[in-house]
């Protein structure tokens, strides 16, 4: 797996910090997390950062003067800027793009998107959030293997534990239940990567299926999951 990426977090709230230090790890990035944007700044003369994500539920005032600091210092003018505002006039979004900001998200947050922002920003290849979990799920063609594991999700694919992966480029047809629910799920799947138990140790074997024409209401399915499972257990509720 790829090395963590760092982050320039910046957030005036103690349940905000809490909040997205133990989101952005959870997607795979290193935050380095401070009060204010002075603190942000000096904390960049001495280390390296893809981007910088800034807490914008500040009085409009000291908002605007937070980016225009981010946008003029020599340390940080240079990395993306990415806004989390509770405030969705599109007057003050286009506002805040026009001062520097490379993204605005808005709260709450929809994992999926900020996801794929953050991706974006930071030459992630991956576009959306993958949980790691555990169900079976049932193949409807004539494999030897008619019942397979899916140990990672995203609304994008899954990967399936098997000893004897199949070709790549091979199209499956698949059902399944998400954990906690009762109704089957039915999609098509195409192989794209496998994995055979001899290859490496570190990897379960299997076979990474890409998913293909999802139904809009399955994908949303799958999205609400992955977005409980990495999210359910946190709260972050702003205060100015």
Same mark, same amino acid.
């Given at each position: 797996? %790829?090395?963590?990426?760092?982050? *320039? /977090?910046?957030?005036?709230?103690?349940?905000?910090?809490?909040?997205?230090?133990?989101?952005?790890?959870?997607?795979? $990035?290193?935050?380095?997390?401070?009060?204010?944007?002075? !603190?942000?700044?000096?904390?960049? !003369?001495?280390?390296?950062?893809?981007?910088?994500?800034? =807490?914008? =539920?500040?009085?409009?005032?000291? +908002?605007?003067?937070?980016?225009?600091?981010?946008?003029? =210092?020599?340390?940080?003018?240079?990395?993306?800027?990415?806004?989390?505002? +509770?405030?969705?006039?599109?007057? $003050? #979004?286009? %506002?805040?793009? %026009?001062?520097?900001? %490379?993204? /605005? /998200?808005? !709260?709450?947050? =929809?994992?999926?998107?900020? $996801?794929?922002?953050?991706?974006?920003?930071?030459?992630?290849?991956?576009?959306?959030?993958?949980?790691?979990?555990?169900?079976?799920?049932?193949?409807?063609?004539?494999?030897?293997? !008619? /019942?397979?594991?899916?140990?990672?999700?995203?609304?994008?694919?899954? $990967?399936?534990?098997?000893?004897?992966?199949?070709?790549?480029? #091979?199209?499956?047809?698949?059902?399944?239940? *998400?954990?906690?629910? #009762?109704?089957?799920?039915e999609v098509t799947g195409e192989v794209v990567r496998t994995s055979p138990i001899e290859t490496q140790l570190e990897t379960e074997p299997g076979m990474g299926l890409r998913f293909i024409g999802v139904p809009q209401h399955i994908q949303l399915q799958i999205r609400n999951y992955v977005q409980w499972e990495m999210t359910g257990d946190l709260e972050w509720?702003?205060?100015?």
């Amino acid at each position: 797996m %790829s090395e963590k990426k760092n982050v *320039l /977090v910046i957030c005036h709230t103690a349940a905000g910090q809490m909040f997205l230090g133990i989101l952005l790890n959870r997607i795979w $990035y290193n935050p380095f997390v401070v009060r204010t944007v002075e !603190k942000g700044i000096h904390l960049a !003369k001495n280390h390296s950062f893809s981007f910088i994500l800034f =807490d914008g =539920d500040l009085p409009e005032k000291e +908002m605007f003067t937070s980016i225009s600091l981010l946008r003029t =210092d020599e340390s940080v003018r240079h990395l993306p800027v990415v806004a989390f505002i +509770m405030n969705e006039r599109s007057s $003050y #979004t286009k %506002s805040i793009i %026009s001062m520097g900001c %490379s993204a /605005v /998200v808005t !709260k709450p947050i =929809d994992l999926a998107m900020a $996801y794929g922002v953050l991706a974006q920003l930071s030459g992630q290849q991956r576009i959306t959030p993958r949980i790691s979990t555990r169900f079976r799920v049932e193949i409807a063609e004539g494999i030897p293997e !008619k /019942v397979m594991t899916c140990i990672n999700l995203s609304e994008g694919g899954m $990967y399936l534990r098997t000893h004897e992966p199949l070709p790549e480029k #091979t199209v499956l047809h698949l059902q399944f239940s *998400l954990p906690h629910s #009762t109704e089957k799920l039915e999609v098509t799947g195409e192989v794209v990567r496998t994995s055979p138990i001899e290859t490496q140790l570190e990897t379960e074997p299997g076979m990474g299926l890409r998913f293909i024409g999802v139904p809009q209401h399955i994908q949303l399915q799958i999205r609400n999951y992955v977005q409980w499972e990495m999210t359910g257990d946190l709260e972050w509720e702003a205060t100015i």
